[in-house]
């Protein structure tokens, strides 16, 4: 039988997720918060894609309707996803951030004035 702790901690450690004792550096709302981050900005790749494609077809349109009507769509239909992604990212930054700070019951910021 396999150790199975123990590739668990390598995996960690490989991930930089670990330390060498097998302690956890970040907890699950900072690796769910970075996941989301990873998505997100993956989606604004395809919004710039797609505006450099909706860009291109309109100057290569030449005058004619059809293809400056779609590429007015794509540019649409983009800006409409950019919108969406950039609020489901305030919303997942606020959610996640909200959630670490409910479970984070080891630290305290708490004042202290200089006597």
Do not use: H, R
Not at 40 to 54: D, S
């Amino acid at each position: 039988m396999a150790d199975y702790s123990k590739v668990l901690t390598d995996v960690g450690l490989n991930a930089q997720l670990a330390t060498g004792d097998g302690t956890p550096t970040k907890n699950v709302f900072e690796i769910v918060g970075q996941v989301i981050q990873a998505g997100l900005g993956l989606l604004g790749v395809i919004f710039l894609c797609l505006t450099v494609y909706a860009g291109f077809l309109w100057m290569t349109a030449q005058g004619q309707e059809e293809k400056v009507e779609k590429a007015l769509n794509i540019i649409k239909t983009a800006v409409v996803g950019l919108i969406i992604t950039l609020a489901a990212y305030s919303i997942s930054t606020f959610v996640v951030g909200q959630a670490g700070n409910v479970t984070d019951t080891g630290s305290s910021t708490t004042a202290t004035s200089g006597e």
